[in-house]
């Protein structure tokens, strides 16, 4: 919708669905694709991810400081986890026997590509620690490979805020700055809160300082996004999404309050690690149910772009909204006799440029002929008067253009929410 | 990482032939020159035959048949079963004054491609014509590309898993031959050729249509300024992209992806100093 039209329709007192909705779109249909993953396979790896890298870098530090029980707990967590992860993204392939193709290639440019490199060094890593700790078996072996998972662990909770960001959905791409912030700090209120829920009191003292510094972390870094984001946060605070981080937000605080205040009473301890480490699960849900949404409607993806062209330039006669909707009536001319331009002959294009005149011989097949003519000597006369009785009908219902493309938008979208 | 941060973005618009060469930076020494399609949207007449042909050179399977109830567009959009789409827009605007705008929209085959950029596996690669097409036989449907994508071209096809789209005929203009759309294109709305020549023609009949008073008329990702370099594919168009449902001013996520290490790498190294801090304190 232009500027224009906006203005006459406030002027009318209509109270529109979404305020300022100054853009046009195709039939209101996205304009990027909707990620083609899973929820619970990506949105579920996302979770058991950070879980799993923030647990082994915990563990290695209860390890350090003699909690040998909190550290089996961590490392037994984080070998689960990333053995789940494993599963789910392996599930997730539209062919899944070619999983090892992730490691044809060592991209930097591809996030998934480091990714899958990053998880072949951390899996093993976490699978050795963990197996170690619960037999006692090869306790050397097992102190390399807990020194090794909580090196690249943490880049395991970070790395999965640039496989959504390096994406043209407008959600994940924009929230770029806060994204890795958010997701670590989301991976050690998980880690925290499991280690606080399975772990005797006297060991639990490191996972409660984790837990406590990734909510609060999480806490103020989803609070600047969201600042940042502007209008842009929109996708994270309606619909599934906007409920989910809502959830997850009232958990964190919750989680967050009980474990500072009763974080030595077992119980309470253990009702604290539980609202933590779902906190975690639904801020990931939340993140990734937002950038869906995000790219379903193409207002997400429009109108910063409008903006960023407005920003840049000072607005140029073909880019004022008033355009010249009636340029379609006066006869477009002809293109240049090309012939000579193709890079081969076509001998083909002569022998239509040399019968088309003929096509206009009254009585030739429904008169359509002249459609195919290049210089749309008359037919655009001719269009106008087939969509005439459209535009009588669009004139009675009291819409223009513009706000018939905003209306089908708005009511497509609501059809689909409906769906979903 | 190193294609994207390039000085050639610094020195503002190139010339026709100035823009990055996108086959070189792939490592062609010697290679054909860069080819594309000149979309002229302003003599589409919405016959589809480019769909119908594609469809059939390329042995695209049948992806629906259903009607949209919209427009006459009842494909709806690019997709993996999808490699050419013609849009049908319809505008009243005044009493009396209407328009139809007909366009067939395709991959845009992007200097700074996205989803070539984000595939883990290698499918996705660069032609010696400049050109980025799906090697069906690596690809493992990871979905990566569809979501890189700015112009939602690139799909997942539900029957074989796998990611498919526009190859520019990689077949036949390896053997000189036009893509299948253009050669059924009956009023030469789809061009194909080298690209600079494209862009010249292009701009002929940008300067025509202007000159004839057709003010709306502009040139869509024919910059190599632009968010994507300049395209492969390039449309004129007779109003805004958006209309056409193509984003106004797309850029290719990765010029973003450094920064975004940067802080995956701040990220993860803050977790580990809490991890490693919190163990600290009074022992047990």
Redesign the interface.
Known sequence: MTATENRRHQARGEELMVPQAE?????G?????E???GVRDVAGYLFFGGLA??SS??A???E????HELARVAKTAAAGAIGLSALALVH?????A??H??L??F???????VG?WLLTAYGPAAGVAAASAVTGLLPGVGRAATVAA??TG??V???T??LL?????PAW?DA??E???L??SS??TA??GLGLMLART??A???R??AM??AAAEITVRSRMFQRLGPGAEPYQSGRAGRLLDAAEMLTVGGLTAAAIGGRNRVLAAVAGAALVASSALTRFGVFYAGRAS?RD?KY??TP??D??RAASPPR???LPA????????P??P??D?AQ????P?PE?DQ?DDHLPGDHQPGHVGGRGD??E?D?GEH?DG??QR??V??RL??VAGR??GQ?EIR?GEQQQEQRDRDA | MSTHVGAAFASGPADAAGGLDPAARSGYADHPPRMGFFTDTSVCIGCKACEVACKEWNAVPEDGLELTGMSYDNTGSLSASTWRHVAFVEQISRPGEARWLMSSDVCKHCTEAGCLDVCPTGALMRTEFGTVVVQDDVCNGCGYCVSACPFGVIGRRETDGGAHKCTLCYDRIGDGLTPACAKACPTESIQFGPLDELRERAQARLDDLHEAGVDDARLYLNDPADGVGGAGAFFLLLDEPEVYGLPPDPVVTTRDLPRMWRHVAAAAGALAAAALLSGLGRRP
């Open positions: 853009f046009r779109s195709y039939y249909l996205p304009v990027i694709k990620p083609v993953w890298g923030a870098a915990l290695a530090s209860a350090l400081s003699g909690r997730d392939l539209g062919r899944p070619r999983f193709h992730m044809r290639v991209k930097p440019t591809s996030p998934m590509s899958s909580a090196v943490p880049g909770a970070a790395y805020a640039a960001a390096d994406t043209a959905v791409h770029h700055p994204l890795p912030y997701f670590v991976a050690a880690a925290g006297e060991q003292a490191p996972a300082n984790l510094a990734g790219a193409p993806t429009i772009q409008k960023r062209i006669a073909q880019d355009g010249r909707h009636g340029a379609g009536l006066s477009l001319p293109p240049r090309r331009d193709h890079p081969g076509q294009n239509i459609v195919t290049p749309g655009g269009e106008v969509v005439g459209v535009h669009a004139e223009d253009a018939h089908a």
